[in-house]
């Protein structure tokens, strides 16, 4: 099996910065697209942000400019660097990868555990 685990999260004042990690490790044989979800209390899973094998990347319009996603294929990590976080910020971010466990395996969606994020002055 293939596990992601989440670090990084904590509580912060508004305009203030953190970094997300993600860390793949398991059964792996490629990952595909790595990405970043958010949810906040009472509302649905959101995306925010995704990168491709090769490096291209996407954002949720309302992080563009502040967030910046990237990856090390060869560690199997992600991380999500998050600037001027507003209180609109706040959520539980999910990590997600989809990933190949052997040559012949289809893609399959792995999830972290998430980890908070909370900005507050």
């Known amino acids: 099996q293939v596990q992601l685990v989440e670090s990084g999260g904590g509580l912060v004042q508004p305009g203030g910065s953190l970094r997300l990690s993600c860390a793949a490790s398991?059964?792996?044989?490629?990952?595909?697209?790595m990405a970043w979800y958010r949810q906040a209390p009472g509302k649905q899973r959101e995306f925010v942000a995704v990168?491709?094998?090769?490096?291209?990347?996407n954002y949720a319009d309302s992080v563009k400019g502040r967030f910046t996603i990237s990856r090390e294929n060869a560690k199997n990590t992600a991380a999500l660097q998050m600037n001027n976080l507003k209180p609109e910020d706040t959520a539980v971010y999910y990590c997600?990868?989809?990933?190949?466990?052997?040559?012949?395996?289809?893609?399959?969606?792995?999830w972290g555990q998430g980890t908070q994020v909370t900005v507050s002055s």
């Open positions: 990168i491709s094998a090769n490096g291209n990347t």
């Open positions: 997600n990868a989809g990933v190949r466990t052997s040559y012949t395996s289809m893609v399959q969606s792995f």
């Open positions: 398991g059964s792996i044989f490629s990952i595909n697209a």
